[in-house]
C-alpha cells in the first residue's frame, strides 16, 4: 500500500521560494506512474499543480507553469515542488497524491501541509 | 484556460438524492472523476472514469456523463455525506487537468 508524506517549510516569505518533498514508500518512484501535486488555499476549492513521471517528464498548470518547477528523486524515492515568487495567495494545504493505476486520477493522497506565506 | 463548471451547492435531507452536475466542454471527450473533500482530510476518489466506483466507496454513489455534462449522484444521501464535491477532468490535449469549483453539498 502506496504511503505519502508531505514535508517542507510551513512559513515562506512573499518572493521566496516554496520548496516541499513528497517521500513514496510502500511504492516505487520509478514505477509506471504519474506523481502529483495539488493544493487547497483557505476558503477555495482544490487547484491542481501539476504531475510528474520518474523520467521527469512533466505537466504543470498552464497559470503556475512560470513558476513552477517538480523533480524526482529516485535516490530518495520521493519527488519534489518548487514554486517561485510565492506571494500571499500561493498560502495553501499543498498535497501530494498517486494514481495507483498509473492513470492521473490522484486516489492515495499524503496528509497534505500547509505553507503560509508572510512575512 | 479549460474550465469545469459546478454550482455551488446543494442540499438535501436524509434519504433523498443528491445530485451533483459537472460542465466542461471536453467532457464528450474526457473522463470525469469526482472526488468527496472533507475538513481537515485529504481527497477521496468517489467516482473514476465516469461511473466506476473503486473498492470500499459505498453503492449509492453513482456517476453518469453525457455530452458536457457529468453528474455525481448520491442515492439515499446520509448525513456522513456532507463534504465539498469536487469534479476533476482534462482538457482535449490530455495534457492539462483541472478541477471543477467546488459543490458544498448539505444534507439536513
Known amino acids: 500500500q502506496v504511503q505519502l508524506q508531505e514535508s517542507g517549510p510551513g512559513l515562506v516569505k512573499p518572493s521566496g521560494t516554496l520548496s516541499l518533498t513528497c517521500v513514496v514508500s510502500?511504492?516505487?518512484?520509478?514505477?509506471?506512474?504519474?506523481w502529483s501535486w495539488v493544493r487547497q488555499s483557505p476558503g477555495k476549492g482544490l487547484e491542481w499543480i501539476g504531475e510528474?513521471?520518474?523520467?521527469?517528464?512533466?505537466n504543470y498548470n498552464p497559470s503556475l507553469k512560470t513558476r513552477v518547477a517538480m523533480s524526482v528523486d529516485k535516490s530518495k524515492n520521493q519527488f519534489s515542488l518548487k514554486l517561485y515568487y510565492v506571494i500571499a495567495a500561493d498560502t495553501a494545504v499543498y498535497y501530494c497524491?498517486?494514481?495507483?493505476?498509473?492513470?492521473?486520477?490522484?486516489?492515495?493522497w499524503g496528509q497534505g501541509t500547509l505553507v503560509t506565506v508572510s512575512s | 484556460s479549460y474550465e469545469l463548471t459546478q454550482p455551488p451547492s446543494v442540499s438535501v435531507s436524509p434519504g433523498q438524492t443528491a445530485r451533483i452536475t459537472c460542465s466542461g466542454d471536453?467532457?464528450?471527450?474526457?473522463?470525469a472523476y469526482w472526488y468527496q473533500k472533507k475538513s481537515g482530510q485529504a481527497p477521496v476518489l468517489v467516482i473514476y472514469d465516469d461511473n466506476k466506483r473503486p473498492s470500499g466507496i459505498p453503492e449509492r454513489f453513482s456517476g453518469s456523463s453525457s455530452g458536457t455534462m457529468a453528474t455525481l449522484t448520491i442515492s439515499g444521501a446520509q448525513v456522513d455525506d456532507e463534504a465539498d464535491y469536487y469534479c476533476?477532468?482534462?482538457?482535449?490535449?490530455?495534457?492539462?487537468?483541472?478541477f471543477g469549483g467546488g459543490t458544498e453539498l448539505t444534507v439536513l
Open positions: 476533476y477532468s482534462t482538457d482535449s490535449s490530455g495534457n492539462t487537468w483541472v
Open positions: 471536453a467532457l464528450p471527450k474526457k473522463y
Open positions: 510528474i513521471y520518474h523520467t521527469g517528464s512533466s
Open positions: 510502500g511504492d516505487s518512484i520509478i514505477s509506471d506512474k504519474w
Open positions: 497524491a498517486v494514481d495507483r493505476s498509473g492513470y492521473h486520477r490522484p486516489d492515495s
